[in-house]
């Protein structure tokens, strides 16, 4: 049975049901705009019962053996293991992903679940000193309660068990809400790897709404402790506020403006290689994307002429063909705004040393240069298939630009000289950056975040037990205190 018949459906308190809403969400596939589900949308009576559900399912969920709770996450890579073709062809209907992409998002998904196993033994408490005589501190790691995970469209499978598998690993419980353009890969498919798993019902929910119906009835719910979002820095601004106004810790995960820079001693066909797939991958749809190739102009003539010519070798067209390079945006909204950015940034005076054709969904890349300093397509996120060459003339201007910008996510730096690279790169205002490497990397446990614009706190590793746990400090008292009166 395919997952978009199978899963059309909100998963509240273990139980599979319709959302009471007035109106469906419609899943379609963005490449040949095949319906592929109708969801009744949830309203905030329903995330009100999920919360409440959570909310009763943690208490027992947290006095559990770390070592019970970590089965779970063996069972649920088993799953993954065992279904992973379905699950690619779901990543290429629903997202547009490429069958390199798909394989790309199930590797990583299931790295994070293997460092979930490991996680649920990690929170550590300690014994402190005291200046009273006789006195025991103790510093208790406990769940913080419930968590709220808000997933994109980009990675929805993957950006979804990064957060919720952590988080139900450290003895929370979760309500997710996934995108409404990715609810099958980013929601419900994320339920049942987990309910196959064994467990229990209510630990894991999964609301298909949107703010139109709910407003901020996910965020300032009174139940979670923690909001997990995933998405643009404008959206990221509003639930910061909302959550600081609620007294709730945000977890924010946002765009980015990432450059790759390539110095003048760079091997310069390797970095080619590299900004062709930083830039490029998931049809650039990805947060840690090189939106700006900053080169050098002692190599710019042969690096730009090298990429350009290797832009024109991408083939454009249906996922579902391993030879396709580059598939659909996520929906007809965000291949005309690419197109018309394209468009508008050439009218302003840049040359177009590729312009790409939109058909569809389906936006051809672009390769743009000569853009005027101080131009705003140099400042934003741009999350499509554009490429914007920037010479400079030495490291310090390189610097310069590549700061020039209101994000900080990733970056790369390209060199023949590594501790240079290195030097430079702690220049750059980045949560991420790489030497002699793409600027799009993620590892189960190093701290992943971004400065700025580009979110605030860090996912991964140890990260995740200071996002999703709290600290409790409990002394003892041996022997009798001194008061004063």
């Known amino acids: 049975m395919s997952f978009f018949t199978e899963l059309a459906s909100q998963y509240i308190d273990g139980e599979w049901r319709a959302g009471s809403g007035s109106w469906d969400i419609i899943d379609f596939n963005p490449y040949n705009g095949e319906k592929l589900a109708s969801i009744a949308v949830a309203t905030a009576v329903e995330v009100d019962q999920a919360y409440r559900a959570a909310e009763r399912a943690q208490v027992a969920w947290g006095d559990t053996n770390p070592y019970s709770r970590r089965l779970v996450f063996e069972r649920a890579l088993r799953v993954v293991e065992d279904r992973e073709e379905e699950i690619a062809e779901a990543i290429v209907e629903e997202l ?117 119906e709910i407003g901020d009835a996910l965020i300032e719910h009174p139940v979670p402790s923690v909001i997990s979002f995933t998405g643009s820095d404008k959206v990221g601004k509003h639930v910061a506020t909302v959550c600081a106004a609620n007294f709730k810790r945000a977890i924010l995960e946002l765009g980015g403006n990432s450059a790759l820079i390539v110095l003048d001693d760079a091997d310069v066909d390797y970095a080619v290689d590299a900004a062709v797939f930083s830039r490029f991958v998931h049809q650039g749809q990805v947060c840690m994307a090189a939106n700006r190739i900053l080169v050098d102009r002692k190599v710019e003539k042969e690096f730009t002429e090298k990429f350009v010519a290797k832009v024109g070798t991408l083939k454009v067209g249906d996922p579902a063909d ?40 389906l936006v051809a890349p672009s390769v743009l240069t000569d853009i005027a300093p101080g131009s705003p397509v140099l400042s934003q996120e741009i999350f499509g298939p554009v490429a914007l060459i920037v010479p400079f003339d030495g490291e310090e201007e390189a610097v310069r630009i590549a700061n020039d910008t209101p994000y900080g996510l990733s970056g790369a730096v390209h060199t023949g000289n590594v501790e240079r690279g290195v030097q430079l790169a702690k220049r750059i205002n980045t949560g991420m950056i790489h030497i002699n490497d793409g600027t799009v990397h993620d590892e189960p446990i190093v701290p992943f975040g971004g400065e700025k614009h580009s979110g605030s706190g860090r996912l991964n590793g140890e990260s995740m037990v200071e996002a999703f746990t709290t600290q409790k400090w409990i002394s003892v008292q041996h022997g009798r205190s001194r008061f004063p009166f």
């Open 322 to 361: 391993p030879r396709t390079h580059i598939g659909p945006l996520i929906n007809s909204s965000q291949a005309e705004a690419v197109s018309a950015l394209v468009v508008q940034t050439v009218e302003a005076g840049a040359t177009a040393l590729l312009q790409g054709q939109t058909v569809g969904n």
């Open 96 to 212: 547009g992903g490429t069958r390199l992409k798909a394989a790309f998002e199930l590797h990583l998904a299931k790295e994070f679940l293997r460092e979930a196993v490991q996680l649920a033994l990690r929170p550590e408490g300690r014994i402190l000193p005291s200046p009273t005589d006789g006195k025991e501190n103790r510093v208790y790691r406990l769940p913080v309660g419930v968590v709220g995970v808000i997933s994109p469209f980009n990675f929805p499978f993957l950006l979804s068990i990064k957060s919720v598998a952590p988080a139900l690993a450290l003895g929370n419980a979760v309500v997710l809400k996934p995108h409404q353009n990715t609810p099958i890969c980013g929601g419900s498919l994320v339920a049942k790897v987990f309910e196959e798993a064994g467990l229990p019902a209510g630990l894991l929910n999964v609301v298909i709404t949107d703010i139109a």
